[in-house]
Structures are given as structure tokens and as C-alpha cells.
């Protein structure tokens, strides 16, 4: 059965340009909870355990752990269970409880957090599978897959609209602690602002990036938004976790006072349009729910491999918000209780009405559309620093003023 994955990165090279990869919406608040999305099944079933590294129901980045777990269970007909980490501390004695109970077919760690304990796990259990997302082992073992984001493609398209959207020509990122992934996000969204300038022979646009050194301080992330704000940015994206909340707090609050002429906000790793719905251009996507569907698949097919595999725009593991990344973030919201349907309907009319107007759709058909295609054939490679020289160097190039 062949992967959704296109292509696959050896160990060893990516070793050398990422040692670990920080998710952007990672939380820093941590409870224990194990769930069962089907209950117990019988011995010879396909048992897959995914272990979480955050906390659910906010809709961000664990959640998409749990969905992928749900829709494999629907789609593939396999046992999932999910485990929410108590505490980092406890990862290894998880990990190794997991391991050594010979249950599970498959354990899957989304985040860094599990990345120590899975480094001292797997070679003492080397018949036992693993995957880890967002991460990649120093040392190669050849039971553990790592899943690795091309975040810097899908950065570039929002920041297409970005540059599309700002009216000031000042456009603010608001950025979690000073990681290589927030590189790639960073320098991923500049160069789409600057290819859409060269395009359209527009600009040149200010455009700031600052890193508040945390995923999980709100008040820190509106700090820094209001700061851009005042400064004339109307265009905000907030990749920095729980830190990113905040400053889309910041794009609400500003619009609520100034109704005749709002800003925007980016979000990420999930549709996060229902925060501001009808103020958000887009959010940047990682399709962690399907990359889970697609490893457990391989993997039930006889097919596991290890090594390191790269989801991107061309294999559609990463993208861009559309409607039926709302659509599927709003019913997903609607099962948990986070939203009734009339408040559902309601955020779907907001933000479809942006979505499906005349402008937004002249930008994706007419330009976010072709940087895609350039990127997917090959045609446009976009940088992902892996060191803070190299993003200090990127910045430069295109412009990016950073703290």
C-alpha cells in the first residue's frame, strides 16, 4: 500500500540540519487522560497508541492527534487509544509502560517533548514500531519513523495573502521561543511577501518578526501584537502556541474598536479562523490527523520503514485554510461541545463570506495557486534555516526585521 508521503529524507542527513524540530503550537499545560476511541478489542486486532504532548479541546495541534486517531479507527478499522502527558518528566516511564506491554502494534508520539524518552525507549524495545512527530532522532534506529513538516512552503502562501491583504504595508509576526521550525515559518512567510511583491510590483512592505521566548504566555503575545498594531501593522500572524492566542486577542480587540477598519490575523497548525471568524486571511495547516491515517495504513499493510519523511505541500501534508479545513474544525468543535450548532453557523457565514468573496478569490486563483505550483514542480525552492546564523543571514535577504 503506497504512501500519501512523497518523498523520504535520510537520518543521518537531517540529523545534521535539525537536531529537533519545536511545534508552534506547542502548550506548555499538561494532564494525564488515556481514551479509547473504540474501547477493547480482541487480541489480533491493530492496536495504535498515540501519545499526546499537550492538552486537547482548545482545537489546536493535540487535537489533530486525536481526530487522526478517530478517522483511522473509522477508516482503517483499527484499535486507537491517545494518551495526554502529565508532565515531560513522565514521558520515559509512559513510553517504556507502553512498550514493554507488547499491546500496541504501533505507538505514535506527536512532539518534541516525547523525543529524550523515545531515544532511550526504542533500543531497548527494537521489535516494537514507533513514529514521532515533528522531531527527528539524533541517532537513526531502525524501529522509529520520524514525520517532519515543510512548514516554510505553506508559511510562503499565507504570506502571499498577507501581502495581498495589508493595506499600511506593515505586517507583524508574532513568533514562541527562538527554535529552527519558527525559522522556516518565519522565512517561509517573507519570501511569499516578497514574491507576491515582485509579481505585482507592489511594496516593498515592512515586515517584522518577534520571538517572546514562550508558547504558553498569552499576555506575551498580545504584548507584542499591540506593539506591531501601534505601529501600523494590519496584518498579524500568530504562530507562537498559546503565546499566539493572545495576539489574536490583540486583532480582536482592535477591531471591535476600530469596525471601519479592521486588520487581519494569520493563524496555525490548525484553522483557527473561529477565534475572529471573518477577520482571519488563513491559517497555516499541518494535516497532522492524516498523516497519522497514513502511517497507521502503512503500517497495518506490512510497510513500516524508519528513517525520516517529509510532508509538504505536493503530498498535501501541509496547505493553507480553506473551507473544508473549517468545516471539518467546526464539526469536530460542534462534537465536543465547544461550539452549538447556531454559534457553528454562525462562524462558518463570517468566515465563508471572506473566503468566497471576489478578492480573496482573485489572490488564490491568481497568484497563491502559482507559487504552489511553482513550489510542488520544483520549480521555487524556499529556504528553512536550521541555525540562527543561517536565519540571521535569510532575514537579511529578504528583509525581515527580527529580534
Do not use: C
Request: hydrophobic share 40%.
Amino acid at each position: 500500500m503506497r504512501s500519501v508521503f512523497r518523498k523520504a529524507i535520510s537520518t543521518a542527513t537531517v540529523a545534521v540540519i535539525i537536531i529537533i524540530v519545536v511545534i508552534a503550537g506547542a502548550v506548555g499545560v499538561y494532564y494525564y487522560s488515556q481514551q479509547s476511541s473504540g474501547g477493547t478489542k480482541p487480541t489480533n486486532q491493530f492496536n495504535v497508541v498515540v501519545d499526546l504532548a499537550g492538552v486537547t479541546g482548545d482545537l489546536g495541534f493535540n487535537d489533530l492527534g486525536v481526530l487522526g486517531a478517530q478517522e483511522a479507527k473509522q477508516q482503517l478499522g483499527v484499535n486507537t487509544t491517545y494518551v495526554q502527558l502529565p508532565d515531560p518528566s513522565q514521558a520515559t516511564s509512559i513510553l517504556q509502560s507502553e512498550a514493554a506491554s507488547g499491546k500496541y502494534n504501533l505507538i505514535i508520539t506527536i512532539g518534541f517533548e516525547w523525543l529524550s524518552a523515545l531515544n532511550s525507549t526504542a533500543p531497548q524495545y527494537p521489535n516494537q514500531k514507533f513514529v514521532i512527530f515533528d522531531a527527528i532522532p539524533i541517532v537513526a534506529h531502525p524501529n522509529i519513523l520520524a514525520v517532519y513538516y515543510a512548514a516554510n512552503e505553506s508559511s510562503a502562501l499565507a504570506g502571499v495573502l498577507a501581502a495581498a491583504y495589508t493595506k499600511t504595508h506593515k505586517i507583524g509576526i508574532v513568533l514562541g521561543i527562538d527554535t529552527p521550525v519558527l525559522y522556516g515559518f518565519a522565512i517561509g512567510f517573507v519570501y511569499g511577501v516578497r514574491w507576491y511583491e515582485n509579481m505585482t510590483h507592489t511594496g516593498p512592505d515592512t515586515v517584522q518578526a518577534y520571538f517572546t521566548g514562550s508558547f504558553t504566555d498569552p499576555s506575551k503575545g498580545q504584548a507584542a501584537a499591540n506593539t506591531f498594531i501601534s505601529n501600523g501593522a494590519d496584518v498579524i500572524w500568530a504562530a507562537a502556541g498559546g503565546t499566539g492566542l493572545g495576539a489574536i486577542d490583540a486583532v480582536q480587540a482592535y477591531n471591535q474598536q476600530h469596525p471601519n477598519n479592521p486588520i487581519w490575523a494569520v493563524g496555525v497548525d490548525t484553522d483557527q479562523s473561529f477565534l475572529v471568524p471573518g477577520q482571519m486571511i488563513t491559517s497555516v495547516l499541518k494535516h497532522v490527523d492524516n498523516t497519522i491515517v497514513s502511517v497507521i495504513q502503512t503500517a497495518k499493510a506490512g510497510n513500516f520503514h524508519s528513517g525520516v519523511e517529509l510532508g509538504d505541500l505536493a503530498n498535501g501534508l501541509v496547505g493553507i485554510a480553506n473551507l473544508n479545513s473549517l468545516n471539518q474544525t467546526l464539526a469536530f468543535g460542534v462534537a465536543g461541545g465547544k461550539f452549538t450548532t447556531a454559534q457553528e453557523n454562525s462562524i462558518y457565514a463570517a468566515q465563508s463570506a471572506l473566503l468566497n468573496s471576489q478578492t480573496y478569490q482573485n489572490v488564490l486563483n491568481s497568484y497563491v495557486s502559482v507559487l504552489t505550483s511553482q513550489i510542488t514542480s520544483g520549480h521555487v525552492t524556499i529556504p528553512y534555516p536550521q541555525s540562527r546564523s543561517d536565519y540571521n543571514h535569510w532575514a537579511q535577504v529578504y528583509n525581515l526585521q527580527t529580534n
